[in-house]
């Protein structure tokens, strides 16, 4: 990673278990996939689905961008340190939290529900205080700092608003309807996730694809654009509305989705590093999965549940799928195998650098699991959605299981770059029959 300010990097203790965690929401999600029952495929808000998607969401997506906010703001974007102290009281509770959510939505109790919903959302709340010094310092003016900003502001309203369904489910404050589930969910993934993601990526991609003399068309108009449109769709499918405004809403989002996917192509084909890896595979992919979404997500708004050969609520699923583990987990497996492996390198080779043989980020964790849990992700986000179009529960199972297993290789490969001790290596190659040269230890 270039442009790293030293002195600015936190504590890896502050950062490391939001990041290294992360995947075991995936894992969750995927286990609550595995044990669906009967009528799981009846639409996207049957208590499985809901397991699975906070699961993915407040646990897999939410986490990794949490950490990732916390390490890039202070140290690359110019913002003030964070307190270690209350990121790791912010990790705790939400952590805890979501985990009692999906165990509260896989069974609907309601009880647990309501106290993971309050739990996780104390967490979000510690965590926004945490991060509002570095991201309200932050010197930089680029795209990415007003997209984290936006999206933190958005982030506080959608688990305001998640809150208040679980809670009136609980207590029966007013009923939960359709409209209201889904005004939550777009308010979620869209200012919350889709801001910060592709907000980001203005950043990391020509970071770590090395991108020079190439600017994006879109960047200064996106953030606002998305914020207003979130705030829109909230409003909008709150109450309900007819076919045609949903239509005009989710073709609208379809157009800012496809301006972003133009703009990150542009930055992808002018990158300087061209050697293809698992950051470059991972993108490319992530922008495939983008792309069908966006493709299927205006008919999925407008087909009623008794539509043939393929009903709304499949369609659905089926671009939720391809939205969150597909776009988004996919960029976030591109960019945690970079930023995982530098915080561990920095934290524990930085000191020696230059003064003994120290290894490579690439050197911390094995290049074929990495490149597993980015063949599972994708494998299973492409089981799933066919299994939601085809009304298929083993389908749904067997995505479940890659899942799982994709969350569970990721934590403990990136786990392993705090504590693998790669062999030394010569530098330079001897010439046959000539003893290797001695190396600085």
Not at 12 to 40: C, D, E, K, N
Not at 72 to 82: H, N, Q
Not at 170 to 186: D, S, Y
Not at 210 to 231: C, S
Request: glycine share 10%; charged share 10%; aromatic share 8%.
């Amino acid at each position: 990673m270039n442009g790293i300010d030293p002195g600015a990097v936190p504590p890896a203790r502050a950062v490391a278990p939001f990041l290294v965690t992360a995947p075991l929401g995936l894992a969750v999600a995927g286990i609550a996939l595995l044990g669906a029952g009967p009528g799981t495929l009846d639409g996207p808000s049957t208590p499985a689905f809901l397991a699975a998607v906070h699961g993915a969401v407040l646990g897999w997506l939410t986490l990794s961008i949490m950490g990732a906010t916390l390490q890039l703001v202070p140290s690359v974007l110019g913002g003030r340190a964070i307190s270690a102290r209350a990121a790791l009281t912010a990790f705790v509770l939400h952590s805890a939290g979501v985990t009692l959510m999906v165990a509260a939505f896989a069974g609907w109790r309601l009880p647990l529900l309501a106290s993971g919903a309050s739990l996780a959302s104390a967490g979000v709340a510690v965590y926004l205080l945490t991060a509002a010094r570095p991201l309200l310092t932050a010197r930089a003016r680029g795209p990415e700092v007003l997209s984290l900003r936006l999206a933190h502001l958005l982030l506080g309203a959608a688990v305001a608003a998640g809150l208040t369904l679980a809670l009136a489910l609980r207590f029966g404050w007013f009923g939960v309807t359709p409209g209201l589930v889904a005004a939550h969910a777009h308010l979620g993934i869209v200012g919350w996730l889709a801001i910060a993601i592709t907000g980001v990526t203005y950043r990391l991609l020509p970071m770590f694809g090395i991108v020079r003399g190439t600017e994006p068309r879109f960047a200064n108009v996106l953030p606002w654009a998305l914020a207003a449109a979130a705030g829109a769709a909230f409003v909008v499918l709150a109450v309900d509305p007819p076919p045609a405004a949903r239509l005009v809403l989710e073709g609208a989002l379809a157009g800012l989705g496809l301006l972003w996917l133009s703009d990150a192509l542009r930055l992808y084909h002018s990158r300087l590093r061209r050697r293809s890896d698992l950051y470059s595979r991972a993108t490319l992919l992530s922008f495939a999965f983008l792309a069908a979404a966006l493709l299927l997500a205006p008919a999925a708004a407008v087909l009623p549940a008794d539509a043939r050969p393929v009903a709304g609520p499949a369609l659905q699923a089926a671009c939720g799928f391809l939205l969150l583990p597909g776009w988004a987990g996919a960029t976030l497996v591109a960019n945690s195998y970079k930023i995982v492996p530098f915080i561990a390198w920095y934290h524990r080779y930085s000191a020696v650098a230059g003064t003994r043989w120290t290894p490579g980020t690439g050197d911390l964790y094995s290049s074929r699991l990495a490149h597993a849990v980015l063949v599972l992700v994708a494998a299973a986000t492409a089981l799933a959605a066919v299994a939601a179009l085809a009304s298929s529960l083993p389908l749904l199972r067997l995505a479940g299981a890659a899942f799982a297993a994709a969350g569970v290789i990721a934590c403990a490969t990136l786990a392993g770059t705090f504590i693998t001790r790669p062999e030394q290596r010569s530098a330079v190659p001897s010439p046959p029959g000539m003893p290797a040269p001695a190396i600085r230890r």
